[in-house]
């Protein structure tokens, strides 16, 4: 079982090139600059609740947890202090069995076909792993994520404890058992 990311650079719809990779604990800084590059309505987006701050200590905990509990990957561009992260999608695992999924697209790479490469490269990593579903729980308002994760072949049905929430499921193994979430 690889629990590595290939290192890969990919062409983006408007012609910018990012490099994909799995993310790394010593990212930690760049993960908050990307934090704070993103506006608070897409913030509430990925975290379905307002988020001011980041929660580094969790943060910390989610990187050095890589690859045990799960998978990070992040889409990284040339900046002047070395490098910019312009997305990032993880997964965490639950009962081994199953993998709960988030994602984040900067403000400047939205609509450039980021966030599909980046779920793809997620599926492709859980299912290297061996798990059976992937899920995710996105807000019913958040249309684009909805969008994707149809397109990227997930079911859409309602989560039975909160209706303005969605749960996306994948099937990656055929009959592969349905996992319970973390949501976190």
């Known amino acids: 079982m690889r629990t590595d990311i290939p290192e890969t650079d990919i062409t983006l719809r408007d012609g910018r090139v990012v490099h994909l990779r799995g993310v790394r604990p010593s990212d930690e800084g760049e993960v908050l600059q990307a934090f704070a590059r993103i506006d608070d309505a897409p913030r509430y987006m990925r975290f379905m609740r307002s988020v001011r701050e980041p929660n580094v200590q969790k943060l910390r905990k989610v990187l050095g947890s890589f690859p045990q509990a799960g998978q990070g990957i992040v889409a990284t561009v040339p900046a002047s202090d070395g490098f910019d992260i312009a997305g990032s999608a993880v997964y965490l695992i639950d009962e081994n069995v199953s993998c709960e999924f988030a994602?984040?697209?900067?403000?400047?790479?939205?609509?450039?076909?980021?966030?599909?490469?980046?779920?793809?490269?997620?599926?492709?990593?859980?299912?290297?792993?061996?798990?059976?579903?992937?899920?995710?729980?996105?807000?019913?308002?958040?249309?684009?994520?909805?969008?994707?994760?149809?397109?990227?072949?997930?079911?859409?049905?309602?989560?039975?404890?909160?209706?303005?929430?969605?749960l996306c499921t994948l099937e990656l193994a055929p009959g592969g058992p349905a996992g319970h979430g973390v949501r976190g």
């Open 103 to 166: 994602i984040t697209v900067t403000p400047h790479y939205g609509s450039t076909g980021l966030g599909g490469a980046l779920m793809t490269a997620l599926i492709a990593s859980a299912r290297e792993r061996g798990l059976a579903t992937m899920i995710g729980y996105v807000l019913a308002i958040n249309a684009p994520m909805l969008r994707l994760a149809r397109k990227m072949g997930f079911s859409v049905g309602l989560d039975p404890d909160d209706p303005s929430v969605r």
